[in-house]
């Protein structure tokens, strides 16, 4: 059975930061897209960073360029998410997800074919 398991979400606070991890199984995904997705209560899913398979290139949504840096450790087929100076608009369920289609940094919901099960950031103001 082929999983992503989230983990490292909580509560911080604003200006904090929390570094997420997502460890994939039953497969390995060091040759494919990685990427982080998030949502907001009460609002869809929206793409946040991805990685290409060796990690050369990373594309990322404007609102978390120079806070937040994707990484994957293809070895234990991790992918992580740094997140500094979060803001109280981070806050919702963060999803990890693979592209097994893809080698480099797509952004859309429907290329992945992946995904976790999501773990839960709070930022509090």
């Known amino acids: 059975q082929v999983q992503l398991v989230e983990s490292g979400g909580g509560l911080v606070q604003a200006g904090g930061s929390l570094r997420l991890s997502c460890t994939g199984s039953g497969r390995s995904f060091i040759t494919n897209s990685m990427a982080w997705f998030r949502q907001p209560p009460g609002k869809e899913r929206e793409f946040v960073a991805s990685?290409?398979?060796?990690?050369?290139?990373?594309t990322y949504t404007d609102s978390a360029k120079g806070r937040f840096t994707i990484s994957r450790d293809n070895p234990k087929n991790t992918v992580y998410l740094q997140m500094n100076s979060l803001k109280p608009e981070d806050s919702a369920i963060y999803y990890c997800a693979a592209d097994i289609h893809n080698w480099e940094t797509p952004t859309q919901i429907s290329e992945y074919d992946y995904w976790g099960q999501g773990t839960r950031v709070t930022v509090s103001s």
């Open positions: 990685i290409s398979w060796n990690g050369g290139s990373t």
